[in-house]
């Protein structure tokens, strides 16, 4: 289990390390160091997911680790609730990037072992906390710079507990 303590509450996930060790190992890496302490849910689209990474309030970046190999082929499906790892369009681009799907979103499902079919790992599960995830999904959104929906006011990971 992991415990995202956020300043709307707390978030407690289940986590499928034997349907995604690969992704699990480096996900509870940088919860263990502390990584996503302090970081926001800095892209909220209300129908689609809310998604937490390296960014800091004001929009600043962390470093983060090498990517790994993607494991979107392990038979969980992106419906809501889930939590799944993003990535960039090289299907193994995941680092710390990862997302919870507020929506049932099939066309992010792997399908085939090619860049467009590839699909993005699930990997957990929200266990408790949904009411809390149903919450940010509603904050009020903004450009910032580049960025699209990107909540008005700050939705801040102030820690990440894991529980083993």
């Known amino acids: ?13 289940k986590i499928f390390a034997d349907k995604a060790p690969v992704t699990v190992e480096s996900f509870l890496n940088y ?13 909220v689209i209300n129908s689609f997911m809310i998604y937490g990474d390296r ?10 680790q ?9 038979g969980l ?11 960039t369009n090289d299907p193994h681009s995941a680092t710390e990037q990862f997302f919870i799907n507020v929506a049932d979103n099939d066309f992010l499902n792997f399908r085939s072992k090619n860049t467009q079919d ?26 910032s710079g580049m ?8 939705v801040v990971i102030k820690s990440v507990t894991v529980n083993e």
Not at 3 to 11: A, D, L, Q, V
């Open 66 to 74: 090498a990517a790994i190999k993607k494991e979107a082929n392990n």
């Open 147 to 154: 960025h699209q929906n990107v909540p008005l006011e700050d």
């Open 55 to 64: 960014i800091k309030p004001g929009m600043n970046q962390k470093s983060t």
């Open 118 to 143: 590839w699909g993005y790992c699930v990997f957990g599960e929200v266990f408790a906390g949904m009411d809390v995830v149903d919450k940010i999904k509603g904050v009020k959104t903004c450009h």
């Open 1 to 13: 289990m992991v415990t995202f303590h956020t300043n709307y509450c707390e978030i407690i996930s």
């Open 31 to 43: 919860c263990r160091a502390g990584f996503y302490e302090k970081t926001i849910f800095h892209l």
């Open 77 to 87: 499906k992106n419906t809501i609730s889930t939590l799944a790892m993003a990535r």
